[in-house]
T-cell receptor, first 113, second 114 residues
Framework: EAQVTQNPRYLITVTGKKLTVTCSQN?????MSWYRQDPGLGLRQIYY???????DKGDVPEGYKVSRKEKRNFPLILESPSPNQTSLYFC????????????FGEGSRLTVL | AQSVTQLGSHVSVSEGALVLLRCNYS??????LFWYVQYPNQGLQLLLK??????LVKGINGFEAEFKKSETSFHLTKPSAHMSDAAEYFC????????????FGKGNQVVVIP
């Protein structure tokens, strides 16, 4: 089954404790992206990757890092989480890097205390 | 840069009534337009999209949307609401080049009243 898989789905952590949210897709998509969803703000792009070893900032990259060492994986790293990073995070992938359909994971709900 | 406006964060509709969600976009070039739906505790999934060609686009679950260039709009409609249509709906705009950076609207939470 074609899918984007994120882990963990739910996480409660404390300020400053490094964490990684993993994302994996099995559709051989070159394009992958991370979004955060906050009430009243819709989806905002954090980082995206056009291909292996190619990443770039989205609209809200501060406090986040990403890496793309393999085509299928695109982890999101919070080096020193803060409460304002409490949010619902989505990973997405796409075949065509020109406004094609995005396939989303089920989301990772992160709470930073 | 492109952008999307969705008015009314919460929309209530009676079961069997028309569903109408409004989306207006801004883009300096001919846009690609999308509607995504998010059911509770799930990721977003594509409802329908407009790229080129016919301006009336039909999607899944009986939804459709019409691209109106003169009005810069891409409103989503369904003739008769069903309880299963309760979800959050996002309009998004992109362009046929570049980094696939879709700009999403803030979403409409649809409540269906029995």
């Amino acid at each position: 089954e074609a899918q984007v898989t994120q882990n963990p789905r739910y996480l409660i952590t404390v300020t400053g404790k490094k964490l990684t949210v993993t994302c994996s897709q099995n559709m051989n998509h070159e394009y992958m992206s991370w979004y955060r969803q906050d009430p009243g703000l819709g989806l905002r792009q954090i980082y995206y990757s056009m291909n292996v070893e190619v990443t770039d900032k989205g609209d809200v990259p501060e406090g986040y890092k990403v890496s793309r060492k393999e085509k299928r994986n695109f982890p999101l790293i919070l080096e020193s989480p803060s409460p304002n990073q409490t949010s619902l995070y989505f990973c997405a992938s796409s075949l065509f890097p020109s406004a094609g359909e995005l396939f989303f994971g089920e989301g990772s709900r992160l709470t930073v205390l | 840069a492109q952008s999307v406006t969705q008015l009314g964060s919460h929309v209530s509709v009676s079961e069997g009534a028309l569903v109408l969600l409004r989306c207006n976009y801004s883009s300096s070039v001919p846009p690609y337009l999308f509607w995504y739906v998010q059911y509770p505790n799930q990721g977003l999934q594509l409802l329908l999209k407009y790229t080129t060609g016919a301006t009336l686009v039909k999607g899944i679950n009986g939804f459709e949307a019409e691209f109106k260039k003169s009005e810069t709009s891409f409103h989503l409609t369904k003739p008769s609401a069903h309880m299963s249509d309760a979800a959050e709906y996002f309009c998004a705009v992109g362009v046929p080049y570049g980094n696939n950076r879709l700009a999403f609207g803030k979403g409409n939470q649809v409540v269906v009243i029995p």
